[in-house]
């Protein structure tokens, strides 16, 4: 009976497995193609960024022009999520294991989390641009680090809380195996994060889309920053009221959705299947053709052979470590680490302090303009927005809990419907929400209830992504208990699937009603052609105020919906997730 140690090794092909085949051609052609293409966007990134920046880009609305336009979306999309991912293995590993960091770094993340793009962007992008006054870089930096913002907090806490809740069986088993830094890493740590990190970097990619219309048509007061691509193309169509536009760019966007998930997530799910925490037979797991390629392909297992495997054998040939208390580190930073925690840490705490007073005291400036009439109607404005998102949070709630059940529980399911909620839930909703207001015009809907209604259509795959992960990891074992003891479907639930799924259950309502709440600056606010329609909230506050150049109101708002936020996950999300960690927690 194969344990998970036994399943998460680093396999190597060998080398006789594939040096004498002969009829491979047509799979190294393909990997070769695929390398050329990286390093054609490499290029064709490094030009953009060079460009002269101009006063203002033209969109050009012809559909010749969307194939281009998609191209240079799809680089900021995958470039944001590359820097998103090594900030989550960063970030989340230094949260999880060391306490004092841990007591700081989570509620600094409940805070960047809870600020919307929008509250990024004014300084990022002033301070971008003027960083780089010449050539467009900045405004791509400026675009990439705003769908930064839209990736990488579910993916952290994700990340965060699959360290947290590793069996302590499995560290007492890396101690006993005498695991050094990398092995520990790559042998326990990553494969026990690998299902819910995939699941959320599907949904951080996807939450990137979402503010792809804000992040690539920047709008501050009179001053209109344009990227070209497609986030650039929607608006512009939209303003224009240009259905055959409209309709080309959502077409494209479809098909730039559904060719990530073919070459990107599906075949990152099918790896993340064999790290099930199990002690029963691995079941037969299921396949796609990139992921086939890649295995048949000699050039793939060339690679993998001559410079993945040494390179893996000199890392896990460094050091061991016993201690399974403590979090395996690196040699140099065993050498190091203590004066950087010791001298860097204290200068970091000064720098931080000095420009948080620095900080504080311009802000003060900024919010003593505002009267007390105002103060007053940001606070109801966040209590309307605070019913949106709870409303939004409990509809959302009630069909994906059971549903990301039934479809994480079964692997068959998972491959079969996988492909379907990734597209669904990657496609920008904000593209769909003028085409819905007209709709609900015509069904005689209150904007109120569409307003929540276009939330959901934002969020809630958050949570259904968190449920499908948390499902498709519990033990088969589990399962089998439910059976031999003849127990009820209502037993099941609340015996078995409720607490196996209940730390993925409390990181997708974390990251849903996040998302809810920075969904809110474009779902109370929608523009038609030349007409707008709002509802008040915090949300539609704080797009008024970016759009018109009102950066007092603008502060306010951010500020507060900063503090709510925070207020919210310290009050109702931090003892569940201690709960998670100390309740919760599978064993073997």
Not at 34 to 60: N, T
Not at 74 to 86: K, W
Not at 207 to 222: A, P, Q, V
Not at 502 to 516: C, E, H, I, K
Request: charged share 10%; proline share 5%.
């Amino acid at each position: 009976m194969p344990t998970m140690f036994e399943r998460i090794q680093t396999n190597y092909p060998d080398s006789s497995q594939f040096l004498n085949k002969s009829k491979m051609f047509f799979m190294d052609v393909f990997v070769l193609l695929l390398l050329s293409a990286f390093l054609y966007s490499l290029l064709i990134l490094a030009r953009q960024w060079s460009a002269p920046l101009d006063a203002k880009v033209e969109i050009d609305l012809s559909l010749w022009a969307l194939p281009q336009y998609a191209f240079l979306s799809f680089l900021r999309g995958m470039t944001a999520f590359a820097i998103s991912l090594a900030f989550t293995m960063v970030y989340g590993y230094i949260a999880a294991y060391r306490p004092k960091a841990d007591r700081v770094l989570i509620p600094v993340l409940d805070i960047l989390q809870s600020i919307p793009v929008i509250g990024f962007l004014p300084s990022a992008l002033l301070a971008l641009v003027s960083l780089f006054p010449s050539k467009t870089v900045g405004l791509e930096l400026a675009s990439i680090l705003m769908i930064f913002t839209g990736q990488v907090w579910g993916m952290t806490f994700s990340f965060y809380q699959s360290l947290k809740t590793i069996p302590r069986d499995y560290l007492e088993m890396s101690s006993m195996y005498r695991f050094n830094f990398w092995q520990r890493f790559i042998r326990l740590e990553l494969p026990s994060s690998a299902m819910a990190l995939t699941w959320n970097s599907m949904m951080g990619m996807a939450g990137g889309w979402f503010f792809l219309m804000i992040c690539e048509s920047f709008t501050l007061g009179r001053n209109d920053f344009r990227l070209p691509g497609l986030g650039a193309y929607m608006t512009v169509a939209v303003a224009q009221n240009n259905f055959p536009a409209i309709i080309g760019g959502l077409s494209v966007m479809m098909a730039l959705v559904v060719l990530i998930n073919f070459g990107v997530w599906s075949p990152l799910l099918v790896w993340a299947q064999k790290f099930k925490m199990e002690e029963g037979g691995s079941p037969v797991l299921p396949s796609t053709f990139f992921s086939n390629v890649l295995q048949k392909s000699r050039l793939w297992n060339f690679i993998l052979v001559k410079i993945a495997q040494p390179i893996d054998e000199y890392l896990s040939s460094v050091d061991k470590v016993q201690d399974a208390t403590q979090p395996s580190q690196p040699s140099w930073f065993k050498s190091y680490g203590k004066y950087f925690w010791k001298y860097g840490g204290y200068g970091l705490l000064v720098y931080v302090a000095g420009a948080s007073v620095w900080f504080s005291i311009k802000l003060a400036q900024m919010l003593s303009h505002l009267s007390s009439a105002l103060w007053l109607d940001i606070l109801q404005s966040t209590l309307w927005t605070f019913l949106r998102v709870s409303a939004a949070t409990i509809l959302a709630s009630l069909w994906t809990i059971p549903l990301g059940i039934w479809i994480g529980s079964n692997v068959k399911r998972t491959e079969r419907f996988q492909p379907l909620v990734q597209i669904l839930a990657s496609f920008p909703a904000p593209m769909l929400y003028p085409l819905m207001i007209m709709l609900m015009q015509k069904m005689g809907m209150h904007l109120n209830l569409a307003s929540i209604l276009m939330m959901m259509m934002g969020t809630q795959w958050y949570l259904l992504f968190n449920l499908i992960a948390g499902a498709s990891i519990v033990p088969s074992e589990f399962r089998e208990v439910g059976k031999a003891y003849g127990f009820s479907r209502m037993q099941r639930w609340k015996l078995i699937w409720i607490p196996a799924i209940f730390p993925s259950l409390v990181t997708g309502l974390v990251t849903s009603a996040g998302g809810s709440w920075n969904a809110s600056i474009v779902t109370e606010y929608v523009s038609l052609g030349s007409e707008s329609y709002s509802v008040q909230g915090l949300g539609s506050m704080i797009t008024t105020s970016a759009a018109n150049g009102n950066f007092d109101l603008l502060a306010a708002g951010v500020i507060v919906m900063a503090l709510t936020v925070v207020f919210i996950n310290r009050t109702l999300w931090g003892p569940l997730y201690k709960l998670a960690e100390t309740k919760f927690t599978r064993t073997l």
